[in-house]
Each structure stands twice: as structure tokens, then as C-alpha cells.
């Protein structure tokens, strides 16, 4: 049931309600906007509105690098702004539905239907449920179909555009590719449409004359023709086909966010996000992203550090992420960590290199930057089985990450976390045999360097077929068979002492593989499974694949079907799009795996065809603007811990020698009013570190406050968005 | 301190520092009582008197004064020589409250009480 777009709701009322509402539902801070840096402009100040929505928790949406792209994006320019609303949680949709109050924006509280263009960011297929709760919550109508000349242009992008096709009836219009390459173009067109008072598809028609603009309700895909193929068709003569994807020939600075918002509340991801990448060739057979984000394009060093080391004061954060697909990889990833660990590791703030290779450079970079903390040490090689690691095209061995591995250990790493996949094209059970062994090689080598206190955990995620890759017309493996794999190796990793397994729950991996694969038929499905009580697939206490089941069969899907193989010859949903790479290509790596053919990195200079015009020349490396690291550097924060344990830097060479910080505890006193009710007791005492890190006339350190700290456990009880107005507390020693 | 106030979210000010001696006790140590002003939700007056609440529940109230507005003022123990000490969802709920009704109490945690240390319990110092 959605919320009725008749009535005029002013951003007021919309505040007024959330006094009411907030105290009874669970984490209330993420519906208030409660956060440093976001933007506020005055409705009546820009001609352009656009609400920014992404069909996840807040935590979730806030850790999104490409929503605060977005958000900059839009921002900048003087005639538009952006907000920002996020899934609501099922108990505050309820809320908000009880009380008549509808999806509204963080910054504004004015109601999401108010806006020009309603952007929806489609990062997993198991968001997609969250697009009718979305709608419904705002007063849109959910098809696209059925909206009137009036209420936002529903507008869809994201990395599930590979495949649109699912939740193409939802959606006007679909951006394929890089907001950076065509969004600007969008924002104009729907500002003048508006403006000239243009009708509904008026303005369709001009928005799909936009390279990388997709119109769903100009084509039509027709499932079994005469000749029993199906194929698409478009409806208006201003419809392209294919679709082709754009992108960003270059990686402008001035697109990234200048002042990140900082978040109050809690979120997944709690640090300061900055892309140094887009784009990898390695060439991972199952990797949709591999395959979509094509060329690489990387960031210059130079601004990049320059920047997050302005933005690390600027914020407080403690942590700092070097946001790539394949970290190691950037070509100045050497020079750059050299710099950061530098400048950030004295303030107390780490570096964090997710996406790292399994091998020993990226053991010297993790330990380049580890002077902070030495959480685990990640690695993703998919498989335990060279074999199976030479269809998917990963190119390194058993060996050599045990290599590696013995580098981490030696460095002092006491975990190592393994990635790994099952149901991969081949697989067998003696592939997953040797992930076992692989993991018990792991722990006998750990254990041999550093004892007993070693640990590795296996985490286990089932193989999906995705759009764009090789791998597009495998298979799913199917659940009771992956149910099964799961089985042998929980039995065997019972006998490893040392070891953890983890694994996906098959049942969603089946669901996304549905989504990731349908056609037009799905986005009946969808809205049915939603209408069921379907939400929140993504979380393991909301995900009713009954719900789901229903679904479908009310819909006539035939779920094995759509799970099976695909037939090479036959014409796919995503065919409508023109993803720059080949379908050509695809097919021949696809035909390379089964011979376990190894396909090369073209970052270094071979172009294999992929279909990315310029012959490798749309690559753009960074220049090496940074000095490298000498080869006999010490490590950059290496020295003796004083006595509060904090490492004091080596002198440079006929430097003299710095004095050690002198830290003293000190009792705050602080009053808790306002919005600032609704934090938890965590909530505060984060930003209250935050604040003390970022304020100049402060220590470069403040310690980080636990929920186990003495204080923490005696906080006497007030019910949720109660004040408090003194309150005492102390960072611990 | 203005200027880390500045850095703070809306509502949450930092009103005093103090800097502490090495060796000072932990807050939690410290910590003795709390204050609260709990509004009395409609037609429903709270007691004069903590007289109805149990004995190991109106043990841990130090103070207990009923505004002419039918505003609560509390001052609750959060130590007890028995063990932990009765939260003031405790002390609500054995007032009839239900749980579901909670979030609908108006209640301001007026202030937190530390014990001065070494210098005896009797003494103490509102922070």
C-alpha cells in the first residue's frame, strides 16, 4: 500500500511527524540527517530538484562511493540540487505509513514526490525488491507506465544496469555507464522539458536521445517469436538500439567530492572513501565488473593524496580507503602508500587496501600501511584449485599464495581471511577438496611462524552467472546441489583445527541469479513478491523467498529455466545494450576457460579485441608523479612504542630526534539535546573522537571509546530521543 | 572548546573539561546516581510518594518530588549494595508503564552524580 501523492505535504509536517515516530522504531538517527557537510540549498533557489535514493539501510547507502559521486555531482551545479533519502527500515516504512507520512529526504524533509527526477541507484539484485517499497512509500506510481504528466522522472543507474531488463518497467529512463559521461546532459533536458512545460513523453523522447540513455517503454522484448527466438524491438523511432554504454574517457578530480559528508550515525563502512581506479582487465572469467567498468582509468596520485590527507583532518575519520577493483593493481599504488602512510600514520590513521592480490607485493603494501592496526589479511583466490583458478583466469598458484601468506604471518598477521567461491563452471568435488587442503597448508604454515594464536576463515559464496561475462550462459549450479558442496566441505573442515568455514545461503544466491539473468516478465514478479510481503532481500532475517516462489509461479517463470544454461546462439535480455565489450569476445573466453587458456592483463600493452574501441588506447595510467619508496626505506612509522605505547618515528638521518606527545586523560562534560537524543551512547562518543581528531588546537589522538569501556556499561538507561543535559564521560586511557 | 562544538552534530555540546590527575579513577567507578524529570503522561499521575514501589526498587531512589505540573523529579542510586542497581525503566514499568508505552514518556536526564574520589561517599559532585 503506498502513500497517496494528492495531498500537499510540507517538509514541516513531514519534521512534525518524526517527533512521534522516531522514538518507537530502531535507529532512529539515520532518518534525521544528521551529519557534517551535507548540503542544504533553498528549494526555490535552483530550477532542478533532484532526490537521490539508494534501496538500502542508511548504513549500507552512506558507504556508497559512487552515491557521494552522485550527490557532488549534482550539487555543483548552480541550478540543481540533490538529497538524499535511503530505504526505510520495515519498522519506520510501517511508521511512516501509519501516519501518513511518505519517503522524504534527509536534508529537506520534503517528500521525495516533490522532486524533478527521483534517481535510483541499482547496486545488487537483491535490492530490487526495494524499489515498489520505494515507490509505494513516495506516492510514485510504480510502473512507469501508469505516471502521469506530473511527480518525478523515475530514473535508474548503477552496475545492475548490465542487465536493465528486470526492473525496466519501473523505471522512465536508465542511464548505461558512467554518470560523469551523460548525467549533466540528463539534468539539462529535464530542467528545459520542465521549464517549456513539456509533456511526459515529450521528454522520454529527448531524454533517450542521450548517449547511454535508456527508455524501457520504447522497446519491447517479445520472449518467443515465430521463429522462436525472442528479440527486442523498439516503439518509438527516437529509441537507439543497441543502447550504448558510456563512459568516462578520463578520470576528472573535479568529479570527486571535495568535503565528504560525515556521518553521525552508524554506518558499514566508517571511513574516508576515495576511488583511485575504474576499471580492471585481469580478466576473472565470472567477474561482472571486470568486464562493465572497462578501460581502466586510473586517478593521478598526486591529487588523490593531496586530498585525502586535506579531507582526513577535515573529517576525523581514523580510517581512509584506497577504493579500487583491484587495488595492487593501480600503477602507482607504490608511491602512493609510501606517501600516505607517511603523512596519515603519525595522525593515528590507517590506510585500508581492500581488493588486494594473493600475492607478496601486496603483502608489502598491506604492511606499508599496517602501522595502525593489523586486522586481517584478505585474500580472494575464488578457488582452492589451480585448475578450476585457471578457467576462471586467475593466474596465480597454491604456491604462490602460500607464498604470500607466509609473508603476512612473518609480518606479523595472525588471520588470514580467504574469499572463495562454489558452483563454478567444472567444478568438482575434488576442487573443493583441495580448499581444504589449501586451508590446512595455510594454518600449518601460520602456526610455524606465529603459533597457536593463528586463524583462517573461509568464506564461501556461491557462483552467479552474470551478465556481460563469459560466463553468462552457465549455469547455476542449483541449490540442493550447492547445498550439498556445502556440505562436504563443512564436514571436512570439521577435521581442521584452526579453520573457519563460512558460506552464503544458496537460496539467495539462486534468487539473485534469477534477477541477474530475467527479462521484462521479472519486473511483474517482482512487484508481486513485494505485494506478498517480500523486502529487504539483502538481509537475512527480512529475505521470504516464498514470497518469491509465489511469485513466480502466479507469474508462469520456470525457475529452472531461467537458472539453467543459456543457449550460445540465442539472443539475451541485456542484448539491447552495447557494453563496449563483444559478445564475440565473450564467447571465445568462454571457449578459452573450458581449455583452461590463460587470458593476459592488456593494462601492459596487448590488446586482445575486446570490443573497447582504441586498441588499448582508452587506457589511461596515472603519470608517476610521486617519488617511489626506496627499496631500504624503513618501514615509514617503524620505531619504539613509548610508554602509552604509541610509536614515535625514527629520525631521518641527521635529523635530531622528535619528542615524544605527552597524552592526558581528561573528563568531559556534555549535554545530549535536539536531534542529538536519537544517538546511541556509541553514536556519541564516536563523534566526540571525531571532533577531538579534527580539531587542530587538540592531540592527533584520541582514543578510540569501546562498548566495553567501564563507562559504557554504566550509562544509566533513558528511553531512545530522550535528552540528556550533563552528562560525564571520559575517553578511557 | 567552541571550536570542537562547532564539529559536533546539533544538539550535542561539549560544556566542560577537566583534566585529570594520573592514576584518577575510572568514570564508571564514580558514578553514583542520576537525575531525571519525567513528564506524567495523560490522566495518569505518578505518585507522591515512591511508597508503591518495591523494596528493592525504592531503595535505589534517593530523591522523589512531585512538580505542580505533575512532573517527576528523580534522583536514582546507580549502585546498590545488593548488586545492580534498578534502572528507571525499572522503576517506570513497577509504576505501571507498559513497555510499549515508554517511548512515549517524556523523560530529561538532567544530570549524572560522581562520587568525589578518596574523599568518602557522603561527599559528591554533580557533573
Given at each position: 500500500m503506498g502513500v497517496s501523492s494528492t495531498t500537499v505535504i510540507e517538509p514541516q509536517s513531514v519534521r512534525a511527524a518524526l517527533e512521534a515516530i522516531l522514538p518507537r522504531v530502531q535507529k532512529p538517527a539515520r532518518y534525521l540527517g544528521m551529519e557534517r557537510n551535507l548540503i542544504r540549498k533553498p528549494?526555490?533557489?535552483?530550477?532542478?530538484?533532484?532526490?537521490?535514493?539508494?534501496?538500502?539501510?542508511?548504513?549500507?547507502?552512506?558507504?556508497?562511493?559512487?552515491?557521494?559521486?552522485?550527490?557532488?555531482?549534482?550539487?555543483?551545479?548552480?541550478?540543481?540540487?540533490?538529497?538524499?533519502?535511503?530505504?526505510?527500515w520495515p519498522d519506520m516504512g510501517a511508521a511512516l505509513r501509519r501516519a501518513g507520512v511518505p519517503l522524504y529526504t534527509l536534508e529537506s524533509y520534503r517528500p521525495v514526490a516533490d522532486f524533478d527526477i527521483l534517481g535510483i541507484t541499482l547496486q545488487s539484485e537483491l535490492n530490487y525488491i526495494n524499489i515498489p517499497y520505494l515507490l509505494d512509500l513516495a506516492g510514485v506510481a510504480r510502473c512507469a507506465g501508469d505516471r502521469g504528466e506530473t511527480g518525478p522522472i523515475v530514473l535508474g543507474g548503477g552496475p545492475c544496469t548490465a542487465n536493465p531488463e528486470p526492473v525496466a518497467d519501473f523505471f522512465d529512463a536508465i542511464l548505461i555507464g558512467d554518470a560523469e559521461a551523460s548525467l549533466d546532459a540528463i539534468l539539462d533536458t529535464v530542467r528545459d522539458a520542465r521549464r517549456e512545460g513539456a509533456p511526459r513523453l515529450e521528454l522520454l523522447r529527448r531524454l533517450s536521445g542521450i548517449p547511454g540513455v535508456y527508455v524501457p517503454r520504447f522497446y519491447r522484448w517479445e520472449p518467443g517469436r515465430d521463429d522462436g527466438l525472442p528479440a527486442h524491438e523498439t516503439l518509438d523511432p527516437a529509441a537507439p538500439l543497441p543502447v550504448r554504454r558510456v563512459w568516462a574517457e578520463r578520470l576528472d578530480p573535479a568529479d570527486q567530492p571535495q568535503t565528504p559528508i560525515v556521518p553521525f550515525a552508524e554506518v558499514i563502512q566508517d571511513r574516508l572513501g576515495m576511488e583511485i581506479m575504474r576499471g580492471c582487465t585481469q580478466g576473472c572469467r565470472f567477474c561482472q565488473a571486470g568486464y562493465w567498468y572497462r578501460p581502466v582509468r586510473e586517478h593521478d596520485p598526486d591529487i588523490v593524496a593531496e586530498r585525502m590527507e586535506r579531507q582526513a583532518r577535515e573529517t576525523g575519520f581514523e580510517e581512509v580507503g584506497l577504493l579500487s577493483l583491484s587495488t595492487a593493481d593501480y600503477s602507482q599504488i607504490g608511491p602512493l602508500v609510501h606517501r600516505l602512510a607517511g603523512s596519515l600514520g603519525?595522525?593515528?590513521?590507517?590506510?585500508?587496501?581492500?581488493?588486494?592480490?594473493?600475492?607478496?607485493?601486496?603483502?608489502?603494501?598491506?604492511?606499508?600501511?599496517?602501522?595502525?592496526?593489523?586486522?586481517?589479511?584478505?585474500?580472494?583466490?575464488?578457488?582452492?584449485?589451480?585448475?578450476?583458478?585457471?578457467?576462471?583466469?586467475?593466474?596465480?598458484?597454491?604456491?604462490?599464495?602460500?607464498?604470500?601468506?607466509?609473508?603476512?604471518?612473518?609480518?606479523?598477521?595472525?588471520?588470514?581471511?580467504?574469499?572463495?567461491?562454489?558452483?563454478l563452471p567444472t567444478e568438482t568435488d575434488e576442487d573443493l577438496e583441495e580448499l581444504a587442503r589449501l586451508a590446512e597448508q595455510l594454518v600449518a604454515m601460520g602456526r610455524k611462524i606465529r603459533g597457536r594464536k593463528v586463524e583462517v576463515k573461509i568464506s564461501v559464496g556461491c557462483f552467479v552467472p552474470k551478465a556481460w561475462t563469459p560466463f553468462q550462459w552457465e549455469p547455476f549450479s542449483g541449490v540442493e546441489e550447492l547445498g550439498r558442496r556445502i556440505r562436504l566441505l563443512r564436514r571436512r573442515f570439521h577435521r581442521i583445527r584452526g579453520a573457519r568455514l563460512s558460506w552464503n545461503e544458496p537460496r539467495e544466491a539462486a534468487l539473485e541469479a534469477i534477477l541477474s539473468r530475467g527479462d521484462r516478465r521479472l519486473g511483474a514478479v517482482i512487484s508481486r513478491a513485494h505485494d506478498l510481503g517480500a523486502v529487504f532481500?539483502?538481509?537475512?532475517?527480512?529475505?521470504?523467498?516464498?514470497?518469491?516462489?509465489?511469485?513466480?509461479?502466479?507469474?508462469?517463470?520456470?525457475?529452472?529455466?531461467?537458472?539453467?544454461?543459456?543457449?550460445?546462439?540465442?539472443?539475451?535480455?541485456?542484448?539491447?545494450?552495447?557494453?563496449?565489450?563483444?559478445?564475440?569476445?565473450?564467447?571465445?573466453?568462454?571457449?578459452?576457460?573450458?581449455?583452461?587458456?590463460?587470458?593476459?592483463?592488456?593494462?601492459?600493452?596487448?590488446?586482445?579485441?575486446?570490443?573497447?574501441?582504441?586498441?588499448?588506447?582508452?587506457?589511461?595510467?596515472?603519470?608517476?608523479?610521486?617519488?617511489?619508496?626506496?627499496?631500504?626505506?624503513?618501514?615509514?612509522?617503524?620505531?619504539?612504542?613509548?610508554?602509552?605505547?604509541?610509536?614515535?618515528?625514527?629520525?631521518?638521518?641527521?635529523?635530531?630526534?622528535?619528542?615524544?606527545?605527552?597524552?592526558?586523560?581528561?573528563?568531559?562534560?556534555?549535554?545530549?539535546?535536539?536531534?542529538?537524543?536519537?544517538?546511541?551512547?556509541?553514536?556519541?562518543?564516536?563523534?566526540?573522537?571525531?571532533?577531538?581528531?579534527?580539531?587542530?588546537?587538540?592531540?592527533?589522538?584520541?582514543?578510540?571509546?569501546?562498548?566495553?569501556?567501564?563507562?559504557?556499561?554504566?550509562?544509566?538507561?533513558?528511553?531512545?530521543?530522550?535528552?540528556?543535559?550533563?552528562?560525564?564521560?571520559?575517553?578511557?586511557? | 572548546m567552541e571550536a570542537i562544538n562547532a564539529l559536533l552534530p546539533g544538539g550535542l555540546e561539549i560544556l566542560d573539561a577537566t583534566p585529570l590527575l594520573p592514576g584518577a579513577p575510572s568514570l564508571g567507578k564514580l558514578a553514583d546516581a542520576a537525575r531525571y524529570r519525567v513528564a506524567s503522561l495523560p490522566e495518569r499521575p505518578w505518585p507522591h510518594d515512591p511508597g508503591a514501589l518495591p523494596p528493592e526498587i525504592r531503595s535505589a531512589v534517593n530523591r522523589w518530588k512531585r512538580d505542580g505540573d505533575g512532573t517527576l523529579r528523580l534522583e536514582l542510586a546507580l549502585r546498590s549494595p545488593t548488586g545492580s542497581a534498578p534502572s528507571l525503566k525499572k522503576v517506570l514499568m513497577a509504576l505501571g508503564v507498559a513497555e510499549e508505552e515508554l517511548p512515549s514518556v517524556r523523560i530529561v536526564r538532567e544530570s549524572v552524580l560522581l562520587r568525589r574520589p578518596k574523599s568518602g561517599a557522603p561527599s559528591r559532585s554533580e557533573g
Amino acid at each position: 500500500m503506498g502513500v497517496s501523492s494528492t495531498t500537499v505535504i510540507e517538509p514541516q509536517s513531514v519534521r512534525a511527524a518524526l517527533e512521534a515516530i522516531l522514538p518507537r522504531v530502531q535507529k532512529p538517527a539515520r532518518y534525521l540527517g544528521m551529519e557534517r557537510n551535507l548540503i542544504r540549498k533553498p528549494w526555490d533557489s535552483v530550477a532542478l530538484h533532484v532526490a537521490l535514493a539508494f534501496p538500502d539501510t542508511y548504513e549500507i547507502g552512506m558507504s556508497h562511493q559512487g552515491s557521494r559521486i552522485l550527490y557532488h555531482l549534482v550539487n555543483r551545479r548552480a541550478d540543481a540540487l540533490a538529497e538524499r533519502t535511503y530505504a526505510p527500515w520495515p519498522d519506520m516504512g510501517a511508521a511512516l505509513r501509519r501516519a501518513g507520512v511518505p519517503l522524504y529526504t534527509l536534508e529537506s524533509y520534503r517528500p521525495v514526490a516533490d522532486f524533478d527526477i527521483l534517481g535510483i541507484t541499482l547496486q545488487s539484485e537483491l535490492n530490487y525488491i526495494n524499489i515498489p517499497y520505494l515507490l509505494d512509500l513516495a506516492g510514485v506510481a510504480r510502473c512507469a507506465g501508469d505516471r502521469g504528466e506530473t511527480g518525478p522522472i523515475v530514473l535508474g543507474g548503477g552496475p545492475c544496469t548490465a542487465n536493465p531488463e528486470p526492473v525496466a518497467d519501473f523505471f522512465d529512463a536508465i542511464l548505461i555507464g558512467d554518470a560523469e559521461a551523460s548525467l549533466d546532459a540528463i539534468l539539462d533536458t529535464v530542467r528545459d522539458a520542465r521549464r517549456e512545460g513539456a509533456p511526459r513523453l515529450e521528454l522520454l523522447r529527448r531524454l533517450s536521445g542521450i548517449p547511454g540513455v535508456y527508455v524501457p517503454r520504447f522497446y519491447r522484448w517479445e520472449p518467443g517469436r515465430d521463429d522462436g527466438l525472442p528479440a527486442h524491438e523498439t516503439l518509438d523511432p527516437a529509441a537507439p538500439l543497441p543502447v550504448r554504454r558510456v563512459w568516462a574517457e578520463r578520470l576528472d578530480p573535479a568529479d570527486q567530492p571535495q568535503t565528504p559528508i560525515v556521518p553521525f550515525a552508524e554506518v558499514i563502512q566508517d571511513r574516508l572513501g576515495m576511488e583511485i581506479m575504474r576499471g580492471c582487465t585481469q580478466g576473472c572469467r565470472f567477474c561482472q565488473a571486470g568486464y562493465w567498468y572497462r578501460p581502466v582509468r586510473e586517478h593521478d596520485p598526486d591529487i588523490v593524496a593531496e586530498r585525502m590527507e586535506r579531507q582526513a583532518r577535515e573529517t576525523g575519520f581514523e580510517e581512509v580507503g584506497l577504493l579500487s577493483l583491484s587495488t595492487a593493481d593501480y600503477s602507482q599504488i607504490g608511491p602512493l602508500v609510501h606517501r600516505l602512510a607517511g603523512s596519515l600514520g603519525p595522525r593515528r590513521v590507517s590506510v585500508s587496501l581492500p581488493s588486494l592480490r594473493a600475492d607478496a607485493f601486496s603483502v608489502r603494501l598491506a604492511e606499508a600501511v599496517s602501522t595502525v592496526r593489523k586486522s586481517g589479511f584478505t585474500f580472494a583466490p575464488e578457488t582452492g584449485s589451480d585448475r578450476l583458478r585457471r578457467v576462471i583466469n586467475k593466474t596465480f598458484t597454491n604456491a604462490d599464495m602460500l607464498r604470500a601468506a607466509e609473508s603476512a604471518f612473518a609480518s606479523g598477521w595472525n588471520l588470514i581471511k580467504v574469499y572463495a567461491m562454489i558452483g563454478l563452471p567444472t567444478e568438482t568435488d575434488e576442487d573443493l577438496e583441495e580448499l581444504a587442503r589449501l586451508a590446512e597448508q595455510l594454518v600449518a604454515m601460520g602456526r610455524k611462524i606465529r603459533g597457536r594464536k593463528v586463524e583462517v576463515k573461509i568464506s564461501v559464496g556461491c557462483f552467479v552467472p552474470k551478465a556481460w561475462t563469459p560466463f553468462q550462459w552457465e549455469p547455476f549450479s542449483g541449490v540442493e546441489e550447492l547445498g550439498r558442496r556445502i556440505r562436504l566441505l563443512r564436514r571436512r573442515f570439521h577435521r581442521i583445527r584452526g579453520a573457519r568455514l563460512s558460506w552464503n545461503e544458496p537460496r539467495e544466491a539462486a534468487l539473485e541469479a534469477i534477477l541477474s539473468r530475467g527479462d521484462r516478465r521479472l519486473g511483474a514478479v517482482i512487484s508481486r513478491a513485494h505485494d506478498l510481503g517480500a523486502v529487504f532481500d539483502g538481509w537475512n532475517e527480512h529475505l521470504d523467498l516464498k514470497a518469491w516462489e509465489r511469485a513466480l509461479e502466479e507469474r508462469g517463470i520456470d525457475v529452472e529455466t531461467e537458472l539453467g544454461e543459456r543457449d550460445i546462439r540465442a539472443p539475451l535480455p541485456w542484448d539491447l545494450i552495447d557494453a563496449g565489450v563483444r559478445k564475440g569476445y565473450l564467447k571465445a573466453e568462454l571457449r578459452r576457460s573450458r581449455n583452461e587458456a590463460a587470458t593476459g592483463d592488456c593494462k601492459w600493452g596487448h590488446c586482445y579485441r575486446c570490443g573497447i574501441p582504441g586498441d588499448g588506447k582508452d587506457i589511461r595510467l596515472a603519470a608517476p608523479k610521486l617519488p617511489p619508496p626506496p627499496e631500504d626505506a624503513p618501514a615509514v612509522t617503524s620505531g619504539t612504542p613509548n610508554e602509552h605505547g604509541h610509536t614515535v618515528p625514527l629520525p631521518a638521518a641527521g635529523q635530531p630526534a622528535q619528542q615524544a606527545a605527552v597524552y592526558r586523560k581528561y573528563r568531559f562534560t556534555y549535554a545530549k539535546r535536539g536531534d542529538a537524543r536519537f544517538l546511541s551512547h556509541r553514536m556519541v562518543m564516536d563523534a566526540l573522537e571525531r571532533a577531538l581528531r579534527e580539531s587542530p588546537s587538540t592531540i592527533p589522538r584520541a582514543t578510540t571509546p569501546t562498548s566495553g569501556c567501564p563507562w559504557a556499561r554504566r550509562c544509566p538507561w533513558v528511553p531512545k530521543g530522550s535528552p540528556s543535559l550533563s552528562t560525564s564521560s571520559a575517553p578511557p586511557p | 572548546m567552541e571550536a570542537i562544538n562547532a564539529l559536533l552534530p546539533g544538539g550535542l555540546e561539549i560544556l566542560d573539561a577537566t583534566p585529570l590527575l594520573p592514576g584518577a579513577p575510572s568514570l564508571g567507578k564514580l558514578a553514583d546516581a542520576a537525575r531525571y524529570r519525567v513528564a506524567s503522561l495523560p490522566e495518569r499521575p505518578w505518585p507522591h510518594d515512591p511508597g508503591a514501589l518495591p523494596p528493592e526498587i525504592r531503595s535505589a531512589v534517593n530523591r522523589w518530588k512531585r512538580d505542580g505540573d505533575g512532573t517527576l523529579r528523580l534522583e536514582l542510586a546507580l549502585r546498590s549494595p545488593t548488586g545492580s542497581a534498578p534502572s528507571l525503566k525499572k522503576v517506570l514499568m513497577a509504576l505501571g508503564v507498559a513497555e510499549e508505552e515508554l517511548p512515549s514518556v517524556r523523560i530529561v536526564r538532567e544530570s549524572v552524580l560522581l562520587r568525589r574520589p578518596k574523599s568518602g561517599a557522603p561527599s559528591r559532585s554533580e557533573g
